[in-house]
C-alpha cells in the first residue's frame, strides 16, 4: 500500500509560479512510477506531467509543457510539480499518483495506469 500526501498549494496571481510536494511514507516509493493530474470543478481528471521510477523518463501534457517540470527524490520519498508562468486555466486540484510498473513516462499519461491517489491540493491562479 502506497500513501500519497500532496502539499504546496494555495492562492497564486496570473504569471506566478508554486512548487507541490507528494510525499509517501512507503518504502516502496521508488519502485512505482509517478504522476501529476489535475481536475478543475465540473471536469474530467487529467493528465498533467509522470515520471518513471529512475526519474530518467518524464512526460508532459501539451498545455503544460515549457511551464511546469516534474522531478523526483527517491532518498527522500517526495514528487514535486514545479509550475512557472501559471495561468489561470491551470486552477484545479492537483492530485499526485503512483502506478506500478517499469514502463516510459508516458504509459503513466492515463488515470487508468495508476494503482494509488492522493487526496489532491487545490491551487488556484487568479488573472
Known amino acids: 500500500q502506497v500513501q500519497l500526501v500532496e502539499s504546496g498549494g494555495g492562492l497564486v496571481q496570473a504569471g506566478g509560479s508554486l512548487r507541490l510536494s507528494c510525499t509517501s511514507s512507503?518504502?516502496?516509493?521508488?519502485?512505482?512510477?509517478l504522476g501529476w493530474f489535475r481536475q478543475a470543478p465540473g471536469k474530467e481528471r487529467d493528465f498533467v506531467a509522470a515520471?518513471?521510477?529512475?526519474?530518467?523518463?518524464?512526460d508532459y501534457a501539451d498545455s503544460v509543457k515549457g511551464r511546469f517540470t516534474v522531478s523526483r527524490d527517491n532518498v527522500k520519498n517526495t514528487l514535486y510539480l514545479q509550475m512557472n508562468s501559471l495561468k489561470p486555466e491551470d486552477t484545479a486540484t492537483y492530485y499526485c499518483?503512483?502506478?506500478?510498473?517499469?514502463?516510459?513516462?508516458?504509459?503513466?499519461?492515463?488515470?487508468?495506469?495508476?494503482?494509488?491517489w492522493g487526496k489532491g491540493t487545490l491551487v488556484t491562479v487568479s488573472s
Open positions: 512507503g518504502r516502496t516509493f521508488s519502485t512505482y512510477a
Open positions: 499518483a503512483a502506478g506500478r510498473g517499469s514502463y516510459t513516462a508516458s504509459y503513466y499519461s492515463a488515470t487508468s495506469k495508476m494503482d494509488y
Open positions: 515520471i518513471s521510477r529512475s526519474g530518467q523518463s518524464t
